[in-house]
């Protein structure tokens, strides 16, 4: 949640750019009342931030939720992707490795001290993203590079698995792997795939697996 300044910096912006209320609700297809004088002092949910970032994609998201820095962004800002990384934790951890072995569980949290940090990624606002994580190696180059965040959704029945798609797979010997999951020999394994040439295929037992994500996004930063 944001805090509720947010609301009077945002009116401050419309005011500015000469937006109504009415066409401010119009463009980001939120309910009228949120910008109600009654209501100032209340938050803004993330789902409605997403929704505001899409729209006035000029308004710097930075301004509009800490108040630091100016309200519009610099024009040599690269706006197709974009990430800000928010203290408020309305947007997608982005967690340590070793801290989420165990997602395939039923009763699978993350915890606050796992989380580096909290992104708000617009291009991701319509996705169910459970978490994301760093890459780490070569094995799947060149479709990923050592380095790159993937944004991971949580496969909650392996029926639904999407063959040779990459997916993140957390194992009880190998801890987490990232790879392209095809069909095994048996209905018992499942064959991981790099889309490095220089790493072999592996079978996998599936008394091995702990958890399947499916990877739906990816982050590269040069």
């Given at each position: 949640?944001?805090?509720?300044?947010?609301?009077?910096?945002?009116?401050?912006?419309?005011?500015?750019?000469?937006?109504?209320?009415?066409?401010?609700?119009?463009?980001?297809?939120?309910?009228?009342?949120?910008?109600?004088?009654?209501?100032?002092?209340?938050?803004?949910?993330?789902?409605?931030?997403?929704?505001?970032?899409?729209?006035?994609?000029?308004?710097?998201?930075?301004?509009?939720?800490?108040?630091?820095?100016?309200?519009?962004?610099?024009?040599?800002?690269?706006?197709?992707?974009?990430?800000?990384?928010?203290?408020?934790?309305?947007?997608?951890?982005?967690?340590?490795?070793?801290?989420?072995?165990?997602?395939?569980?039923?009763?699978?949290?993350?915890?606050?001290?796992?989380?580096?940090?909290?992104?708000?990624?617009?291009?991701?606002?319509?996705?169910?993203?459970?978490?994301?994580?760093?890459?780490?190696?070569?094995?799947?180059?060149?479709?990923?590079?050592?380095?790159?965040?993937?944004?991971?959704?949580?496969?909650?029945?392996?029926?639904?698995?999407?063959?040779?798609?990459?997916?993140v797979i957390a194992t009880r010997e190998?801890?987490?792997?990232?790879?392209?999951?095809?069909?095994?020999?048996?209905?018992?394994?499942?064959?991981?795939?790099?889309?490095?040439?220089?790493?072999?295929?592996?079978?996998?037992?599936?008394?091995?697996?702990?958890?399947?994500?499916?990877?739906?996004?990816?982050?590269?930063?040069?």
């Amino acid at each position: 949640m944001i805090i509720a300044s947010t609301k009077c910096r945002l009116l401050e912006y419309l005011e500015f750019k000469g937006i109504s209320r009415t066409e401010f609700y119009e463009k980001t297809e939120i309910k009228r009342g949120l910008l109600d004088k009654d209501k100032l002092e209340a938050t803004i949910s993330d789902i409605f931030l997403a929704k505001i970032i899409a729209v006035f994609k000029d308004l710097c998201v930075e301004w509009l939720i800490t108040g630091r820095g100016e309200m519009l962004k610099s024009s040599n800002l690269e706006n197709d992707i974009e990430i800000i990384k928010v203290n408020s934790k309305p947007g997608i951890p982005l967690v340590e490795q070793l801290a989420i072995a165990g997602f395939g569980s039923a009763n699978f949290s993350i915890s606050e001290r796992d989380v580096k940090d909290y992104y708000i990624i617009p291009k991701f606002k319509y996705l169910k993203i459970d978490f994301m994580i760093e890459i780490c190696g070569s094995s799947m180059y060149p479709k990923y590079n050592s380095g790159d965040i993937v944004a991971c959704t949580i496969i909650r029945e392996s029926k639904f698995i999407q063959w040779n798609k990459c997916h993140v797979i957390a194992t009880r010997e190998q801890g987490l792997l990232v790879k392209r999951i095809k069909k095994g020999d048996t209905r018992e394994t499942i064959l991981a795939v790099s889309d490095n040439l220089d790493y072999d295929p592996f079978i996998i037992p599936l008394s091995e697996v702990t958890g399947i994500a499916l990877v739906v996004g990816v982050i590269r930063l040069e």
